[in-house]
């Protein structure tokens, strides 16, 4: 117990890191248990982040706030009308297409697996394919069952969507206008001996800006590309793979592998093999070493490079805790972390020194 005592005493006696604590598990227990319901007001907040570093570009060449405001703000707005008159529809359709040709896809691919006994007699044996189709069957079946469920509760999920599709904007308006008046009211509740709490945040607040930012512009520009590439190509449900694609990129190594199965598959079935899906996969493969080589760097030069170890283990924990927007802040999460464990030591003194091995 004194072991124990005497550590809870030296890490936190310090004012500032019981502030520090007490805003981070606030600030996760908020998150946790009020996000869904707050969704709207969350990614209003992102947005406003996002066009807020425009708005001080245009303010710094002696443009009013308010018209800056105002004119970033009408562009945001023609662009989510532009998203929603053009790409979801598009989008809407191509997802309806390939819900209907998925039994012949499904089709193709066990008709491969039938042939495979044939061709590798001594791997693999035909009561292992013939299990692999009975549990793809089975899982199809569940699947559909689901779908069929969930129709009633779509009504209810449109009107959501319309809801927030109508509430955001207008938040996002609203924390842009009055920005110095919704912080001039938050620092009445910042206690005056945190100036610890406010070190971490001035580190993280440059790396979150700069990472909003370039990944929302890298989802884009690859998004974009992959579509023009993809129509070139003649390759069906272009939009709909080249939108996966752009979002893929929300998840560091994993994303761009997930992504590569169903082009891969709709390039199979479309023109077998052949020149086509050679093009196909490695105008795909380009896109991706593009990205990772030259795009990435680029854009996040300024972000502190995490292991990937790190990355995949964020991207993991904060994914199942908040799920889409986890994923999508899990780098700068991991930067949040990295900055408090950097940021301790310095405010508790050097640490003891761990012997170079164990006995």
Do not use: C
């Not at 996969?281 to 490079?305: A, H, R, T």
């Amino acid at each position: 117990m004194n072991v124990i005592s005497s550590w809870f005493k030296r890490n936190f006696s310090d004012p500032q890191i019981v502030i520090l604590i007490s805003v981070l598990i606030l600030g996760f227990v908020f998150v946790i248990y009020f996000g869904r319901p707050l969704a709207p007001f969350l990614t209003s907040i992102v947005v406003a982040y996002l066009l807020e570093s425009i708005i001080v570009r245009l303010e710094r060449l002696k443009m009013p706030r308010v018209l800056a405001v105002g004119m970033v703000f009408l562009i945001f707005v023609a662009l989510m009308f532009i998203l929603l008159v053009w790409l979801v529809p598009k989008l809407t359709s191509q997802v309806t297409q390939l819900a209907q040709a998925l039994p012949a896809y499904i089709s193709t691919g066990l008709d491969i697996l039938r042939t495979l006994p044939d061709k590798y007699p001594s791997l693999i044996k035909p009561e292992q394919v013939q299990s692999v189709i009975s549990n793809v069957t089975t899982e199809m079946t569940t699947v559909g069952q689901s779908i069929l469920g969930k129709t009633v509760s779509s009504v209810f999920s449109a009107f959501s969507i319309a809801v927030f599709l109508v509430i955001m904007p207008i938040l996002v308006f609203f924390l842009l206008k009055d920005k110095a008046l919704i912080v001039a009211w938050l620092r009445q509740f910042i206690p005056k001996d945190s100036k610890l709490t406010l070190s971490v945040w001035h580190q993280v607040d440059l790396q979150i800006g700069n990472y909003v930012r370039g990944k929302a512009f890298e989802i884009l520009l690859v998004g974009l590309t992959t579509y023009i590439v993809f129509v070139f190509l003649d390759l069906e449900y272009a939009i709909l793979l080249a939108t996966l694609t752009g979002f893929s990129v929300l998840v560091p190594f994993i994303g761009a592998v997930a992504v590569t199965i169903p082009i891969a598959l709709v390039a199979f079935v479309q023109f077998g093999w052949g020149g086509s899906f050679a093009y196909v996969m490695v105008s795909y493969g380009v896109i991706q070493m593009l990205d990772g080589n030259v795009l990435v760097p680029w854009l996040f030069s300024e972000v502190n490079n995490l292991h990937p170890v790190a990355i995949i283990v964020a991207v993991l924990f904060f994914g199942g805790v908040w799920g889409f927007w986890g994923v999508f802040f899990a780098i700068p999460l991991a930067t949040l972390v990295n900055a408090i464990i950097e940021s301790w030591p310095k405010a508790m003194g050097p640490a003891p020194e761990l012997p170079e091995q164990i006995s």
